[in-house]
């Protein structure tokens, strides 16, 4: 399986993404706003874009669907509970379900709410795993609640299935947050080490070429994977008196959302 990640170069820092196979060079382009880059992209590469597939309904991940299927006539997958947001889903998704591009391509579909209500993200098979999860795990984050999400779901997406991923599953998420990402962790945990060498090694990075983290980076700098971590829960203490002595990890999870959309 062949992964590209494209950035969009816009105020959002949007990510997009082309997962080809080797075999076909058939292609299935994720969230395809800057659509020119895309289709771009895939030429220089000698892929065809057979399928747009949308990790959710915001704007920023699916104005760029009636073009995209203008100029390839590719179809159009989304979650099953975004078909009445999306125009002209061909294929609603739901949670297990497989996504097969080419002859060698498989992805697993996980249903994710959180961020929104119909969310889906992609793991695929194979040696080395990936996961194309939107707007819900961000590197050194996760998405926010406040358009149309659930931090009781998003809580639990996180801790029944995206917080049991092998270490080497591979991330690729929806935006480019990572530095301030990387800075809010280390406001919750100044001693982080681990996160004080990522901030200095990719605070300049370019985004066309961003670092792309696995699972076992990011339980090293990801605050909402650290949710037992004495020192984020002490900090957490002295800033929230009502948190309980002795916290859950949903407890400190939604602690974290919480100052996270005011930090």
């Given at each position: ?5 494209l950035?969009?170069d816009n105020p959002?820092?949007n990510?997009?993404?082309l997962i ?16 020119d ?6 030429q ?7 399928h ?10 699916i ?5 995209m ?9 989304a979650?099953?509970?975004a078909?009445?947001?999306?125009a002209?889903?061909s294929?609603g ?6 996504i097969?591009?080419g002859?060698?391509?498989s ?44 931090v ?12 049991t ?7 690729f ?15 919750r ?5 681990e996160?004080?060498?990522y901030l ?7 985004p ?6 696995t ?13 037992n ?9 002295q800033?929230?008196p ?5 916290p859950?990890e ?6 974290l959302?919480q ?5």
């Amino acid at each position: 399986m062949i992964v590209k990640q494209l950035y969009a170069d816009n105020p959002l820092r949007n990510f997009h993404y082309l997962i080809a196979c080797e075999e076909t060079n058939e292609a299935m382009v994720i969230d395809p706003l800057d659509v020119d880059r895309c289709i771009c992209a895939a030429q220089k590469a000698g892929f065809k874009i057979t399928h747009i597939l949308n990790t959710h309904e915001h704007w920023d991940h699916i104005d760029g669907n009636s073009e995209m299927c203008d100029k390839t006539g590719a179809e159009i997958l989304a979650h099953h509970g975004a078909i009445d947001k999306i125009a002209n889903v061909s294929r609603g998704l739901y949670a297990n379900d497989l996504i097969q591009i080419g002859s060698s391509v498989s992805l697993n579909v996980l249903d994710t709410p959180g961020h929104t209500k119909s969310h889906v993200c992609l793991l695929s098979n194979g040696e080395q795993p990936a996961l194309i999860c939107g707007d819900t795990l961000f590197n050194a984050g996760v998405g926010h609640c406040k358009l149309g999400g659930n931090v009781d779901d998003l809580y639990n997406s996180f801790s029944k299935q995206l917080a049991t991923l092998p270490d080497d599953t591979r991330i690729f998420p929806g935006h480019d947050y990572m530095i301030n990402n990387l800075e809010f962790t280390l406001d919750r945990e100044p001693d982080n080490e681990e996160a004080k060498k990522y901030l200095k090694k990719l605070e300049h990075q370019d985004p066309h070429t961003a670092y792309v983290s696995t699972m076992a980076d990011e339980r090293k700098i990801n605050s909402f994977l650290r949710l037992n971590n004495n020192s984020i829960i002490k900090k957490l203490r002295q800033e929230l008196p009502n948190l309980s002595e002795n916290p859950t990890e949903k407890e400190v999870f939604i602690a974290l959302r919480q100052l996270r959309d005011h930090w």
